[in-house]
């Protein structure tokens, strides 16, 4: 097997042993084990905590000790028995302290799959420009695979779905060992500081009024991210509640529909050229916030008979709403830092949006929608939603505002798919 075919088959695992749970598992917590909103706002707060330091402490593990694939492929059993043990839990405290130990095992393995591919490439005299997307896409592809045979097999609520990531990710983490080796650079100076060890030199950025903003709103877009991957699922689930809903495709194969969102992330890439060129960075970002605002109003309005155009486009925008801030900031972070701070203010980026983002929204979600839109286990999930798209819109307004960056089309010359 070729070198590329050998990265497709890690990318695609890579991704599939996240999409089997991570979009159905609000449909385990809410509607099997019947657990409270707010602690399943910690659940998906603890891949932002894991995402503050694991991909950091691993990075330098890899760059001074061991070979990043074998760092890999222990990182992905160990992630896999975790999965193993999860269904055993009891309570929702435990099962939130569990799947921290499980996310702090993965969520590093993402920058490693990154590492893994490029060193492999090079090696193989590939041109990362050119070979690396079509890899890299293929990890949708599996997280959009994985949704489907939780949701085909019946499993979407149910504990089997971290048994199927789990015997994936043993699988991955056994074929980890037979890429190709990457062995340490040790590009990392003996005598570093501890700030320039764990990457901190790029805080000082915040002195940078502009940037400051920047990371600021990052922050709170992470954490919009995290409000569709939580509830998207389960809102469409619930619509079984309803009689005259409950027997819809939208309620049977709810994950699929979801899956739409991943298929439109693909898509939209295609289209992030033209509209950076055409409008520039910050209007490219302000449109990404707007469309966070349709992705929520429509789900709002939507339901599985004749609003399901508003709950299939909301999906379709989703690919928008995500992508075109997620490339878009980091070209920002490219063509606004010096060459020595780059990589450790990407990282940056990074942290705040899937980090303290992650962990904000997560958290801050999972309180009000207990508080404030639960009466007598029922969700009222029009009000959620439409709460969720007045927070997407008091950020666009403000960044628009706030946000002051001229549109130089030098910026974005050289941006390459």
Not at 72 to 79: A, D, K, S, T
Not at 107 to 128: C, G
Not at 249 to 270: A, D, G, N, P
Not at 280 to 293: E, H, N, P
């Amino acid at each position: 097997m070729g070198i590329k075919n050998r990265l497709i088959v890690m990318s695609f695992l890579q991704f599939f042993v996240w999409g089997a749970w991570l979009i159905t598992i609000a449909n385990f917590w809410f509607g099997t084990k019947q657990w409270d909103g707010t602690q399943f706002g910690l659940v998906f707060s603890t891949m932002g905590i894991a995402s503050l330091f694991m991909p950091t402490l691993t990075g330098i593990i890899a760059d001074r000790w061991i070979n990043a694939e074998k760092l890999y492929g222990v990182l992905h059993i160990l992630y896999a028995l975790v999965l193993f043990y999860l269904p055993q839990i009891t309570t929702p405290d435990n099962f939130i302290y569990v799947m921290l130990l499980a996310m702090c095992f993965y969520m590093p393995t993402i920058a490693l799959s990154n590492s893994i591919s490029f060193t492999a490439l090079k090696l193989n005299n590939k041109d990362i420009i050119k070979d690396y997307p079509p890899i890299r896409v293929w990890g949708t592809v599996g997280f959009i695979v994985a949704m489907w045979v939780t949701n085909l097999t019946g499993n979407k609520a149910t504990a089997y779905q971290f048994y199927i990531a789990g015997i994936a990710a043993l699988g991955l983490g056994l074929y980890a060992f037979t890429l190709p080796k990457c062995k340490p650079q040790k590009l990392t100076k003996e005598n570093a500081s501890f700030m320039e060890l764990m990457g901190l030199e790029s805080f000082k950025l915040f002195a940078n009024y502009k940037m400051a903003l920047f990371f600021i709103f990052s922050m709170f877009l992470g954490a919009a991210l995290q409000l569709t991957n939580a509830y998207g699922d389960v809102f469409l689930d619930e619509f079984k509640n309803i009689p005259q809903y409950a027997d819809s495709f939208v309620v049977k194969y709810s994950t699929i529909i979801m899956s739409i969102s991943q298929i439109s992330e693909t898509l939209f890439i295609l289209a992030i050229p033209f509209f950076l060129k055409r409008f520039g960075i910050k209007q490219v970002m302000l449109i990404s916030m707007f469309a966070w605002v349709l992705r929520f109003g429509l789900f709002a309005f939507g339901n599985p008979t004749d609003g399901l155009w508003m709950i299939i486009l909301s999906c379709i925008v989703y690919g928008m709403a995500f992508d075109f801030f997620n490339i878009s900031g980091s070209l920002f972070v490219e063509t606004n830092t010096d060459a020595k701070n780059r990589s450790s203010a990407q990282g940056l980026f990074m942290m705040m949006t899937n980090g303290v983002g992650a962990v904000l929204g997560s958290f801050t979600s999972g309180w009000a929608i207990d508080k404030f839109f639960t009466h007598d286990s029922v969700r009222d999930w029009h009000s959620i939603w439409l709460s969720f798209a007045g927070y997407a819109l008091v950020i666009a307004i403000a960044f628009a505002l706030l946000f002051k960056h001229e549109h130089n089309p030098k910026e974005v010359e050289n941006v390459s798919h």
